[in-house]
């Protein structure tokens, strides 16, 4: 699909049915995804927002395009963007979008990045999607709906956690640089690692819970407060039939201080306890 915007994507104003958005949201995943592609050797020029926190000129090309395209069909609804910032919508719907999740590997050619798009309304993931276009595959889900995962080749595969339920078996992916600090939560997170079979830093949020969705990792946690990151893990695990909390194991929301998903609340319970310094 050309992301110059030639071909015209499902939805609108006057089409908000679930099936549609839905579609939307999948479709929009791959046109940031060809983008990315397009650019994958080429990423543009390369900026440090804060120490060891990047953007590149894609990320920014890549929300423009995101944000040009929602605009045009949904004008009225809220948008929050890493890059750009705005708002989440108290009434209304709104979008999240992390136009390049993994920025430090897409900038070296890693191909574990991203683009990350939820569709929220109140309190609610009603829609997500993970588009890893270097890998093929865009994962989706729909609140009721379930999660699943498109391949290159336009096949669909039902997404569903794996069968672990003790930490001991269980794959942990994390992305947490660790330098000490005065959270004892994020600081007990050595614990879990200490218990677990074996440790994945991915270097990219949204994959991290897109694969845990897909049963390739049995536990996810995010020490950060970006939900642009992790609203695709809460609908896409949950729909997956796992279990998504904030650290402290309230419901998660736009506002919690970090985020952990795990395949079932047996392991949900055990990795908490642990980050609360049982």
Not at 250 to 274: F, I, K, M
Request: aromatic fraction near 6%.
């Amino acid at each position: 699909m050309s992301t110059s915007g030639s071909v015209p994507l499902p939805g609108g104003p006057g089409d908000e049915s679930p099936k549609k958005l839905d579609a939307f949201v999948r479709e929009l995943a791959r046109a940031a995804g060809e983008l990315h592609l397009s650019r994958l050797t080429d990423p543009g020029e390369i900026k440090e927002k804060a120490p060891k926190d990047l953007v590149t000129e894609v990320d920014l090309l890549s929300e423009e395009l995101l944000i040009s395209r929602i605009r045009e069909r949904y004008p009225d609804d809220a948008i929050l963007s890493e890059e750009q910032g705005g708002e989440i919508s108290p009434t209304g719907r709104t979008w999240l979008l992390d136009p390049v999740d993994g920025t430090a590997n897409f900038a070296r050619a890693n191909p574990l990045f991203c683009v990350c798009i939820s569709v929220v309304e109140g309190d609610e993931v009603k829609h997500a999607a993970v588009g890893a276009p270097r890998l093929g595959d865009v994962y989706h889900a729909s609140s009721g709906g379930g999660a699943f995962r498109d391949s290159a080749s336009g096949e669909t595969y039902p997404l569903r956690v794996a069968r672990a339920e003790r930490l001991e078996d269980s794959f942990v992916g994390v992305d947490f640089s660790y330098q000490g600090g005065s959270d004892p939560a994020k600081n007990n997170i050595l614990e879990v690692f200490r218990s677990c079979w074996q440790v994945r830093s991915l270097g990219s949020a949204g994959i991290r819970g897109a694969w845990l969705a897909a049963g390739y990792l049995d536990v996810s946690i995010g020490t950060r407060n970006t939900a642009w990151d992790y609203a695709p893990t809460a609908l896409l695990v949950s729909e997956a039939g796992g279990s998504v909390t904030g650290l402290a194991g309230e419901p998660w929301t736009y506002d919690s201080d970090g985020l952990v998903a795990t395949n079932n609340e047996t392991l949900q319970t055990e990795v908490l306890r642990l980050i609360a310094g049982g």
